[in-house]
């Protein structure tokens, strides 16, 4: 009996081995992918937006705050297999050229406007929020906010920017949904940073997120909007 051999699956030492390499691997899996997170998330700097618009590359996955004096598109990447952000050529931004000083502190008030206002009580931001009103993730990007666009028209305002700013100070007034925005107090400063804040959102890449996030020129011409 002494030495009868043993299944390599009935060893305990097998086994011991076995959780601590599969153990020591998922660990440093773990530390490997935190990293490599943190570094998708990192916001970019000001110098590399520059550097990347004037060569036409890709831009960091979370831009610099001064993306909001760029143009911001979006076209679809055949190989990825969704739409990713395109950031173009320089334009005013509430009529004006924003400082790397002043554009992150513009975004600071429209994230804390955001949250004081608590906007993911109704929309979803991120992917984070409820659903009782549209996703904002790419509000900017909304053609009804553009020239020519429903929004735009309603407000009476020539520029994306100020459109948008009107209608959160006074959303009463711009009937666009079923499910109406209340009046939530919200200033013209305040609404300058949530229209920047969103401007920002609508830059980062997302991986597609969220899709079919705004209706085509055809689907105007039929009536209604998906803004709010």
């Not at 011991?16 to 990293?35: H, P, Q």
């Amino acid at each position: 009996m002494a030495n009868e051999n043993k299944s390599v699956w009935t060893s305990i030492s097998f086994w011991r081995r076995s959780a601590a390499w599969v153990t020591g691997f998922s660990a440093i899996l773990l530390i490997w992918l935190t990293f490599d997170s943190v570094n998708q998330i990192a916001m970019g700097s000001d110098a590399d937006l520059q550097k990347a618009v004037a060569q036409k590359r890709e831009i960091n996955r979370v831009p610099a705050p001064t993306v909001i004096n760029y143009h911001i598109d979006y076209k679809m990447d055949e190989k990825r297999g969704h739409e990713v952000p395109v950031i173009g050529e320089k334009e005013p931004f509430f009529g004006k050229e924003w400082s790397p000083q002043e554009a992150a502190a513009l975004l600071h008030l429209g994230k804390l406007t955001s949250q004081a206002k608590n906007c993911m009580n109704c929309h979803t931001l991120l992917g984070n929020g409820a659903y009782y009103a549209p996703d904002l993730t790419k509000a900017w990007l909304d053609k009804a906010w553009r020239k020519g666009g429903p929004l735009q028209a309603m407000t009476g305002k020539s520029t994306r920017e100020e459109a948008m700013a009107e209608f959160l100070q006074h959303p009463s007034q711009y009937p666009t949904h079923a499910r109406m925005m209340p009046n939530l107090g919200i200033t013209a400063e305040e609404a300058k940073g949530l229209v920047a804040f969103l401007k920002h959102m609508s830059s980062i890449d997302t991986n597609g997120f969220p899709r079919n996030f705004s209706k085509t020129v055809e689907q105007f011409k039929t009536g209604g909007t998906n803004a709010h």
